[in-house]
C-alpha cells in the first residue's frame, strides 16, 4: 500500500479531516506530525459528529493504528479527555494509539504566556488560540522543553517541572500575570502521565517497521500551507511546519518512502485569526454563515471567508509537490449564479501569479478575478462524477488545472458516503 502525506493546499479547515477519514480505509497506520491540540478535525460518520484535536481521524476505524508523532505538541490534560471522550463513545483507543516519546509537552504557563503576549501585541495580534502551542514549540527550539518521555519519569518529571514553572513565574510576573503553582500542575500532571503512559512507545521504531510490512502510512496534516513557519503568511502563521516536508520531520519517516501527497482545498477560501487573506468577501462569508457553516471546529470563531483563490492553491502545489486534489464544501456554492476565482494579485504596476512573501505588501494586493457560471443545483445528492451539474464539473476542472494538480476526490457533503473519487 502507498505512504501518503494529507496537506491544508490553503489557511487550514479544508476538511482534512474527512478526507482522512475517508483515505484511512486505503492504509494501515495514521500518524498526526504536527501541530497541537489548537487544530480540530471534524468528521460525520452516519451523522454523529467527532470533533478530534490531538488523536489522528483514523481512530475511528477499529482496525487502524494510529500514533502522534514526535512533532507534535501534547497538552496531556486535553489528550486525556478527548481519549475518554471516545470511549465513552464506543471508540476503540486501547491497541490503537501510540503516543511519540519525544513529543513536547504544554503546560499551563506555555498558554499563560501565550495570551499575556497576545494582549501586549494589542492591535498586532496574530489571532493565536491562546493553547500555548507557540511558547511550547520555542521551548523545544531553545532546547528547554520537556518531552513525554520525561512526564512519564516520575522522579525525573517532578525536578524538572518546578525547574521550568520557577523561571517561567519570573516571566510571568514581569508580564503582569498572577504565577502558577507547581504543586497544582504537578499534580494535574502526574495523574495524566500515569494515564497516558502505557501509550508511549518510540513511534519512530514503529513506523519502521510498517514500513517493512508495506501496511500503508498516512500522514495527518494539521492546519494549512499558509500557516507554516516557513512558507506561511508569516508572523500570521502557527508554530510548526505545517507543509509536508513537517510529515517527515515530525515522524521520522524518510521522504524517500512517500508515494504521493495529497493537497485538500475548499471550493472556496476561509481563514481563521488576524492576517492577509486577499480574495475575502463579505457576500459569500454572509452566505455560507447563514448556512449554518465555516464556524470554527476548535474555536468556535465565524472564519473568514472569500473566492477561490487560484494564486495560493498553486504556489501551494509547488511547496508541497502535491499530485492529488480533493476539493471539499462543492455544496456551499450551490445557490450562486456567478462564482469568481482570483487568478492574480495585482499590487500598483505588478501583477503576481505567485504569493509574495513580504506580508505588507499581500494585505495590500488587489485580487484579479475570473467568472464562472454557477450551477443553482444541490451537489449534495450526486454519488458520482457525472451526476455532477455541467458547470459544476466544469468549474472543479478549471480550479484544478489553475491549481496545478489532478483533481482526484470532491466532497459534496460531511458524511463519509457523500465522497466522489474522479
Known amino acids: 500500500m502507498a505512504n501518503i502525506i494529507l496537506v491544508g493546499a490553503q489557511w487550514g479547515d479544508e476538511g482534512k479531516g474527512k478526507i482522512i477519514d475517508v483515505l484511512t480505509d486505503k492504509v494501515g497506520v495514521v500518524v498526526r506530525t504536527q501541530g497541537g491540540n489548537n487544530a480540530g478535525h471534524t468528521v460525520f460518520i452516519n451523522d454523529e459528529k467527532f470533533v478530534l484535536h490531538l488523536i489522528p481521524s483514523g481512530i475511528l476505524r477499529k482496525d487502524k493504528k494510529c500514533v502522534i508523532g514526535n512533532g507534535v505538541v501534547i497538552d496531556p490534560i486535553g489528550l486525556c479527555e478527548e481519549m475518554e471522550g471516545l470511549k465513552k463513545r464506543g471508540v476503540k483507543i486501547d491497541g490503537n494509539l501510540f503516543i511519540s516519546e ?30 500555548g502551542i507557540g511558547p511550547a514549540y520555542a521551548d523545544k527550539a531553545s532546547r528547554t522543553g ?18 521550568r514553572t520557577n523561571e517561567n513565574n519570573l516571566i510571568l510576573k514581569t508580564l503582569g500575570a498572577n504565577p502558577l503553582s507547581f504543586k497544582e500542575v504537578y499534580e494535574q500532571y502526574s495523574v495524566a502521565a500515569k494515564y497516558l503512559k502505557p501509550y508511549v512507545t518510540n513511534t519512530v521504531m514503529l513506523l519502521q517497521e510498517e514500513l517493512q510490512k508495506e501496511t500503508g502510512i498516512l500522514f495527518e496534516g494539521a ?5 507554516d513557519i516557513d512558507h506561511g503568511t508569516y508572523p500570521y502563521v502557527t508554530s510548526s511546519n505545517t507543509t509536508a516536508g513537517g510529515a517527515c520531520t515530525g515522524s521520522g ?35 455560507l454563515h447563514s448556512m449554518g457553516r465555516e464556524f470554527g471546529s476548535t474555536t468556535g470563531r465565524p472564519r ?24 471539499t464544501n462543492l455544496d456551499g456554492l450551490d445557490t450562486l449564479g456567478v462564482i469568481k476565482v482570483c487568478v492574480g494579485y495585482k499590487y500598483g504596476s505588478t501583477t503576481y501569479n ?13 485580487p484579479v478575478y475570473a467568472e464562472f457560471e454557477g450551477w ?45 473519487f474522479v
Open 253 to 287: 519517516v524518510p521522504p524517500t518512502c512517500i508515494d504521493y501527497v495529497v493537497g485538500v482545498m475548499k471550493a472556496y477560501t476561509t481563514r481563521v485569526g488576524e492576517g492577509p487573506l486577499p480574495s475575502e468577501n463579505s457576500e459569500i462569508a454572509d452566505l
Open 223 to 227: 492546519q494549512g500551507t499558509f500557516l
Open 304 to 327: 473568514r471567508c472569500g473566492w477561490f483563490d487560484a494564486v495560493s492553491t498553486s504556489y501551494a502545489v509547488k511547496i508541497n509537490g502535491i499530485s492529488k486534489l480533493a476539493i
Open 354 to 366: 505567485y504569493v509574495p512573501s513580504d506580508i505588507n505588501i499581500l494585505t495590500k494586493v488587489e
Open 376 to 420: 443553482k443545483k444541490p451537489t449534495i445528492g450526486a454519488s458520482n462524477w457525472k451526476e455532477l451539474p455541467l458547470n459544476a464539473r466544469k468549474y472543479l476542472r478549471a480550479i484544478a488545472e489553475l491549481s496545478g494538480a489532478r483533481l482526484n476526490i470532491v466532497s459534496v457533503g460531511p458524511d463519509r458516503k457523500q465522497t466522489i
Open 146 to 163: 520537556l518531552r513525554t518521555l520525561d512526564l512519564i519519569n516520575k522522579e525525573r518529571f517532578k525536578e524538572l517541572l518546578e525547574a
Open 102 to 131: 519525544t513529543a513536547h509537552i504544554v503546560f499551563p504557563y506555555h498558554r499563560e504566556l501565550d495570551s499575556q503576549r497576545e494582549v501586549l501585541k494589542g492591535k498586532n495580534k496574530i489571532g493565536t488560540t491562546k493553547r
